[in-house]
């Protein structure tokens, strides 16, 4: 169950990323005419412009970092969640070992096996 949640998690981050990307384009396309635009305005409307386009910048590199972020915690909650199940598997394995060693004991004792 636990599996199923991580790998939708991780496949909407992945999207999410791609969809970053995709839009890498057009932020920079918005940059680049801001910029173009400053040259031409003096004043306040240039100090309101380029604020905006400082803004645009820390927000773009904020939603960048975040998504980083949020994909390492996912890959790293998945690679505990392998580990665990690991863990689990070896666990049952050794009951199962115990349980069988201890059904032959008995049943050796019993038969004289």
């Known amino acids: 169950m636990y599996t199923c949640l991580l790998v939708l998690c991780v496949t ?9 990307g995709a839009r890498l384009t057009n932020k920079n396309a918005v940059s680049k005419a801001g910029k173009l635009l400053m040259k031409s ?3 306040e409307d240039r100090a309101v412009l380029k604020k905006k386009l400082v803004d645009l910048d820390r927000e773009w590199d904020k939603a960048c970092s975040v998504s980083v972020d949020r994909q390492d915690k996912l890959e790293n909650a998945y690679q505990e969640l392998a580990e665990f199940r690991y ?12 349980l069988l060693y201890n059904i032959i004991q008995l049943y050796s004792h019993q038969f004289g096996f």
């Open 41 to 43: 305005k003096t004043g």
């Open 12 to 20: 909407d981050m992945q999207t999410l990323q791609k969809q970053l």
């Open 87 to 98: 863990i689990r598997l070896l666990c049952s394995v050794r009951y199962c070992s115990q």
